[in-house]
């Protein structure tokens, strides 16, 4: 009964390294995101697929890639980190797109930018 | 660009007692999906109740309930028989009908006193 994976749970990167979040859903969902949560603020897209094969961007995509290696899995990777990306990532799926079914999460990662 | 407001930063509840969040929200748009989550220290995303702004009938789920005032652009959550297990963030969160982005309110911290 795992629903939404994601790993790591914790990283600390320096400015200027590259990482990838890995996300899996094991629903045989059509759609996920990811979304970045800083303190004080609700969660914010930055992309998302809304089936296999297409991703989208979201609200805040800049300084992200993803990619959706198959209906299970989604990436996000970040090129080179900032600062200023030092934030709780969430990952979530849901069986189609839209607000007709709902999204459910993943524990989220907590990623450090020295 | 839509946005959601959550006026209330910090709430309090005695248990057994009723509380009710407030969430306003701005849209141009007609059709849309509207959603509580709740996020306890576990930092979980959790689904609690979720509207559809053509049924005019206000969503509920057990304790759960929302006062939905489409004119107003009001969507509160009212919880009633508030138990221990009820503390944690609520976020309310807008979807536009034809679109995957989803915009988050920036949270109302409830505690319950026992």
Known sequence: ?114 | AQTVTQSQPEMSVQEAETVTLSCTYDTSESDYYLFWYKQPPSRQMILVIRQEAYKQQNATENRFSVNFQKAAKSFSLKISDSQLGDAAMYFCAYMGYNNNDMRFGAGTRLTVKP
């Not at chain 1, 300084?63 to 989604?74: D, H, P, Q, T």
């Open chain 1, 1 to 114: 009964n795992a629903g939404v994976t994601q790993t790591p749970k914790f990283q600390v990167l320096k400015t200027g390294q590259s990482m990838t979040l890995q996300c899996a859903q094991d629903m045989n969902h059509n759609s996920m995101y990811w979304y970045r949560q800083d303190p004080g603020m609700g969660l914010r897209l930055i992309y998302y697929s809304a089936s296999e094969g297409t991703t989208d961007k979201g609200e805040v995509p800049n300084g992200y890639n993803v990619s959706r290696l198959n209906k299970r899995e989604f990436s996000l990777r970040l090129e080179s980190a900032a600062p200023s990306q030092t934030s709780v990532y969430f990952c979530a799926s849901s069986e189609g797109a839209r607000g007709r079914q709902p999204q459910h999460f993943g524990d989220g990662t907590r990623l450090s930018i020295l």
